[in-house]
């Protein structure tokens, strides 16, 4: 039965609960009562996150959450360190109490390194299941979504870029992937925004880059992926992580180059200089700007082409046919949760009157002021994003499930919004096939 419940939640297809439900009459002859009680199921979602947080007695902690209007007393959330229909043990317990919620584990995450993921969806070590009267009613596990776009086109391909829910990294290059933990200072505190390269970010299923170049005519590098005034990374590091994605996968990814930080000078030529080297770079995945973002997705595969390049400079755009409009970033400039919540509940009430075709991204994070980075005053953005990437993936998959287009977050492993998009893309063409949409009860 579990089997079932597992191949519900990971594979698509209007098809597939009635399988299920014919599966358990069939299999296990199940009373009419307990068909009732799956039915509670069919709105729950229950999920691991890892939480960006280290310290010296916290790295990599695993946290579950869960969304579940009609949980009841009694019911058991467990964590388990492999696939729970094997009668395995479980590693930890939670009784919920309320209909959405988020528990810390104290259960380590082990460290994944790049190398042992691969271009198939895989469970990555831990295992969650949400169970009634000792029956696992859910399941989820820590997953790699390499080919989920893909694995969609029968319903993603009709739409555009604009009309998917997409997630995204906030400044995808600002990233360190360390096995150990880190002993901050307070520059990185406030520079790194993500745990994981970008081949594993895209592997886990983002979609959409966010990209800041820096020009460094006295590297051996020339362009560096920067944060701000920080020199990150080699660009050519990065280019090569989405090469290696692209070559391996289906999927249509979005490097958006949103900021030109250092070493471009007034003139365009650097800019120029710049395209140049992507051309050279990406030549065979780069979808022309032709194409525009009123494609749909499907116009994009039959090109054979994978890559769209965002830049942030319309003089350029408008001479380079390799690069596109960038995409819009929704920056609310906030400090504080409640004021987080107010400017992405403007933005995705505002997405459902004015309908653009260029995409936009809200950027959900905080954003720290220059005296909050001097004085340490929010702790660092690793802490920042623990605060609010359950929020975000609460708000996203009960109140702007229908509007959302990209979200892009920080720390992605610590949120939900990966699972969230794929979810809600699914249950968007679901309720398109009806007439009303139903009303998604909190
Ligand atoms: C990664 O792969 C190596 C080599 O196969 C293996 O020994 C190691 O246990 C794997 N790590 C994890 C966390 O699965
Ligand atoms: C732009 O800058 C480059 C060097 O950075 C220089 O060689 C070129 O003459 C400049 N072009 C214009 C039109 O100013
Ligand atoms: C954010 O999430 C936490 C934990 O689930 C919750 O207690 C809090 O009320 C939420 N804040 C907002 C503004 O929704």
Same mark, same amino acid.
């Given at each position: 039965m579990l089997k079932h419940a597992l191949g519900y939640a990971m594979r698509p297809g209007p098809n597939l609960f009635s399988i299920t439900i014919i599966l358990f009459l069939v299999k296990d002859s199940l009373s009419r009562s307990v068909e009732s009680a799956d039915y509670d199921f069919e709105e729950a979602h229950v999920g691991l996150i890892i939480s960006p947080v280290v310290s010296s007695n916290e790295v990599r902690q695993i946290e579950v959450y869960w969304r579940n209007p009609n949980f009841r007393s009694g019911d058991v959330i467990?964590?388990?360190?492999? =696939?729970?229909?094997?009668?395995?043990?479980?590693?930890?317990?939670?009784?919920?109490?309320?209909?959405? &919620?988020?528990?810390?584990?104290?259960?380590e995450a082990d460290f994944m390194p790049t190398e042992n993921l691969t271009f198939q969806q895989q469970c990555l070590t831990h295992y969650v299941a949400w169970l009634r009267n000792g029956i696992i009613k859910k399941t989820n596990c820590l997953k790699t979504r390499p080919n989920w776009m893909h694995d969609r086109r029968h319903f993603l391909g009709p739409l555009r870029?604009?009309?998917?829910?997409?997630?995204?990294?906030?400044?995808?290059?600002?990233?360190?992937?360390?096995?150990?933990?880190?002993?901050?200072?307070?520059?990185?505190?406030?520079?790194?925004?993500?745990?994981?390269?970008?081949?594993?970010?895209?592997?886990?299923?983002?979609?959409?880059?966010?990209?800041?170049?820096?020009?460094?005519?006295?590297?051996?590098?020339?362009?560096?992926?920067?944060?701000?005034?920080?020199?990150?990374?080699?660009?050519?590091?990065?280019?090569?992580?989405?090469?290696?994605?692209?070559?391996?996968?289906?999927?249509?990814?979005?490097?958006?180059?949103?900021?030109?930080?250092?070493g471009f000078g007034k003139n365009l030529s650097i800019h120029h200089k710049l395209v140049n080297?992507?051309?050279?770079?990406? =030549?065979?995945?780069?979808?022309?700007?032709?194409?525009?973002?009123?494609?749909?997705?499907?116009?994009?595969?039959?090109?054979?082409?994978?890559?769209?390049?965002?830049? =942030?400079?319309?003089?350029?755009?408008?001479?380079?046919?390799?690069?596109?409009?960038?995409?819009?970033?929704? #920056?609310?400039?906030?400090?504080?949760? &409640?004021?987080?919540?107010?400017?992405?509940?403007?933005?995705?009430?505002?997405?459902?009157?004015?309908?653009?075709?260029?995409?936009?991204?809200?950027?959900?994070?905080?954003?720290?002021?220059? #005296?909050d980075v001097i004085l340490d005053r929010l702790g660092g953005l690793r802490k920042m994003a623990e605060e609010i990437n359950i929020n975000i993936t609460t708000w996203y998959s009960t109140q702007w499930q229908h509007s959302a287009n990209i979200v892009a977050v920080d720390f992605i492993k610590g949120s939900g919004i990966i699972e969230t998009a794929i979810e809600w893309n699914e249950k968007r063409y679901q309720f398109a096939g009806n007439s009303t949409i139903s009303p998604v009860r909190i």
């Open positions: 467990a964590l388990f360190a492999s =696939d729970p229909s094997e009668n395995v043990q479980p590693l930890w317990t939670y009784t919920p109490k309320t209909r959405n &919620g988020i528990q810390k584990t104290r259960i870029i604009r009309d998917v829910f997409l997630p995204g990294t906030h400044d995808s290059v600002a990233y360190s992937k360390i096995p150990g933990s880190i002993y901050d200072t307070l520059v990185t505190k406030y520079v790194i925004t993500q745990d994981e390269d970008i081949l594993s970010q895209l592997i886990y299923g983002v979609r959409y880059l966010d990209i800041r170049v820096g020009h460094y005519p006295n590297t051996e590098e020339l362009w560096w992926g920067n944060h701000g005034f920080v020199q990150i990374r080699p660009l050519q590091t990065v280019i090569n992580d989405v090469k290696t994605f692209l070559a391996n996968t289906q999927e249509i990814v979005i490097f958006d180059i949103h900021e030109f930080p250092i080297y992507l051309e050279k770079e990406l =030549d065979e995945y780069i979808i022309p700007k032709s194409y525009g973002w009123s494609s749909n997705l499907d116009k994009i595969w039959s090109s054979g082409r994978k890559l769209i390049i965002g830049y =942030d400079l319309q003089a350029i755009v408008a001479t380079r046919n390799s690069v596109w409009t960038c995409v819009t970033h929704q #920056w609310g400039n906030v400090r504080t949760v &409640g004021d987080l919540y107010a400017h992405l509940n403007k933005i995705e009430a505002r997405a459902l009157r004015f309908i653009n075709t260029v995409p936009r991204s809200a950027m959900a994070e905080l954003t720290p002021n220059t #005296w």
